[in-house]
């Protein structure tokens, strides 16, 4: 595992990436729905390409984070600086063309589509032609047919998916669903990858496979991944970075190591202990 090293943000990030600003800067953020304060003053920083985790019991605010840095909500506080950029004001459309992509706990494809054409819907920022085009069948539109074929079979030859390409998303087993939508997602050319709970509902030989593609998409994209999940032996085996929330607020920052030590991360998942 790369050493981790602190930078001036109050984070750490991998000593690979110092050389780099981070992909993600967040600061001070927080939402208040009504009365109730979801998720508040959360900080975090993230390396270029790095591989982290926010973990958390039931409840925390993980996934309300996601939707912030999505755009899913609108932060009543705070900022969320996306490779330097800020994202205040932008849209869930605006803020994945600018570099964030995500999946969901529950898979949203669209399951009467062939795998392909779920992935080609990621692509339709890439490979464009006119409207007058795609009517008549102009070249225009045949050439940009191919290269988004051509690009979907390679973005799903990662999981060794390309021969599933024209069946029906709908028709996968559940692990081939989840693989498609990070496959879908990776199709935006993302800078950052927000995986919500990737490794639900797969078995321990999946959830190891799940872990060594996670690895060779940030090896082979060069792009940071940030993951929510409760399968801890994923989190600690993969995560360079963690951060820990409860209660909407992080109540630990560190590596697996330090985290899995820490009381107070301790006592959020399995409550206080009585003394004797």
């Given at each position: 595992?790369?050493?981790?090293?602190?930078?001036?943000?109050?984070?750490?990030?991998?000593?690979?990436?110092?050389n780099s600003s981070p992909i993600l800067e967040v600061s001070?953020?927080?939402?208040?729905?009504?009365?109730?304060?979801?998720?508040?003053?959360?900080?975090?920083?993230?390396?270029?390409?790095?591989?982290?985790?926010?973990?958390?019991?039931?409840?925390?605010?993980?996934?309300?984070?996601?939707?912030?840095?999505?755009?899913v909500y609108q932060q009543t506080k705070g900022a969320i600086?996306?490779?330097?950029?800020?994202?205040?004001?932008?849209?869930?459309?605006?803020?994945?063309?600018?570099?964030?992509?995500?999946?969901?706990?529950?898979?949203?494809?669209?399951?009467?589509?062939?795998?392909?054409?779920?992935?080609?819907?990621?692509?339709?920022?890439?490979?464009?032609?006119?409207?007058?085009?795609?009517?008549?069948?102009?070249?225009?539109?045949?050439?940009?047919?191919?290269?988004?074929?051509?690009?979907?079979?390679?973005?799903?030859?990662?999981?060794?998916?390309?021969?599933?390409?024209?069946?029906?998303?709908?028709?996968?087993?559940?692990?081939?669903?989840?693989?498609?939508?990070?496959?879908?997602?990776?199709?935006?050319?993302?800078?950052?990858?927000?995986?919500?709970?990737?490794?639900?509902?797969?078995?321990?030989?999946?959830?190891?496979?799940?872990?060594?593609?996670?690895?060779?998409?940030?090896?082979?994209?060069?792009?940071?991944?940030?993951?929510?999940?409760?399968?801890?032996?994923?989190?600690?085996?993969?995560?360079?970075?963690?951060?820990?929330?409860?209660?909407?607020?992080?109540?630990?920052?560190?590596?697996?190591?330090?985290?899995?030590?820490?009381?107070?991360?301790?006592?959020?998942?399995?409550?206080?202990?009585?003394?004797?």
């Open positions: 595992m790369e050493k981790m090293v602190p930078v001036p943000s109050r984070g750490i990030i991998p000593e690979r990436d110092v001070h953020l927080g939402i208040t729905f009504g009365g109730l304060v979801a998720v508040d003053d959360f900080n975090i920083v993230i390396g270029k390409t790095e591989i982290a985790g926010l973990i958390g019991p039931n409840g925390a605010g993980k996934t309300t984070v996601f939707n912030l840095l999505t755009k600086l996306l490779d330097g950029l800020d994202t205040k004001g932008m849209n869930t459309v605006q803020v994945n063309q600018t570099g964030i992509a995500r999946t969901f706990q529950n898979i949203r494809l669209f399951s009467s589509l062939s795998v392909e054409d779920n992935v080609k819907i990621g692509l339709h920022n890439q490979y464009k032609y006119d409207t007058l085009s795609g009517i008549l069948r102009l070249p225009n539109y045949w050439k940009a047919e191919k290269q988004s074929k051509e690009k979907a079979r390679e973005l799903l030859s990662i999981f060794n998916m390309e021969h599933m390409a024209k069946y029906k998303a709908g028709s996968l087993p559940y692990g081939a669903q989840r693989r498609l939508e990070i496959v879908r997602a990776l199709a935006t050319n993302p800078k950052l990858l927000l995986l919500d709970e990737p490794a639900a509902g797969m078995n321990p030989r999946e959830t190891e496979e799940l872990m060594e593609n996670i690895r060779k998409i940030r090896d082979t994209f060069q792009i940071a991944v940030l993951l929510i999940e409760h399968d801890m032996s994923l989190v600690m085996g993969i995560c360079e970075g963690i951060a820990v929330l409860n209660y909407g607020k992080i109540i630990a920052k560190g590596t697996p190591e330090e985290i899995q030590s820490n009381p107070e991360v301790i006592e959020a998942y399995l409550g206080k202990q009585k003394e004797d």
